[in-house]
């Protein structure tokens, strides 16, 4: 029973980008995909969770406030992530400021967040 609360604790413990990772490992080599608002339910306090939960938002817009240094590599995980032409991609990145992507799930929008955050970009999640 030790090992289950040292692997709880662990996994509590992770980074949002070990977060990320981990459910990629689950997913790619095990076959196992997260339901939707499991973590988010498992992670509030036990006590408050049915006042945590009503206040809770459940959409997210994905801001990008600034595309850092490598701008070619956003332009890119841009692209991917909206399906945007190369040009309008660009665009959006110059323009900064701009919703990559509005009223996603919390975990798309961390998922995005983390993905651009890698490539250099200044995100930012409301």
């Known amino acids: 029973m030790a090992d289950l609360k040292k692997l709880a604790e662990e996994i509590v413990g992770l980074t949002l980008l070990e977060a990320q990772e981990l459910k990629t490992i689950l ?4 076959g196992i995909e997260p339901a939707a608002g499991g973590a988010v339910m498992m992670a509030g306090p ?9 206040e ?3 959409e997210f817009d994905v801001i990008l406030k600034s595309a850092g ?3 070619i590599n956003v332009i890119k995980e841009v692209r991917g992530i909206t399906g945007l032409g190369l040009k309008e991609a660009k665009d959006l990145v110059e323009a900064g400021g701009k919703a ?9 929008a961390e998922e995005i ?3 651009l955050e890698a490539a250099g970009a200044e995100v930012e999640l409301k």
């Open 100 to 108: 990559v992507k509005e009223q996603v799930s919390k975990e798309e």
């Open 56 to 58: 809770e938002q459940t």
């Open 69 to 71: 240094a490598s701008k």
């Open 27 to 30: 997913k790619d080599e095990y």
């Open 113 to 115: 967040k983390g993905k």
């Open 46 to 54: 036990a006590g408050d969770a049915g006042g945590a939960a009503a």
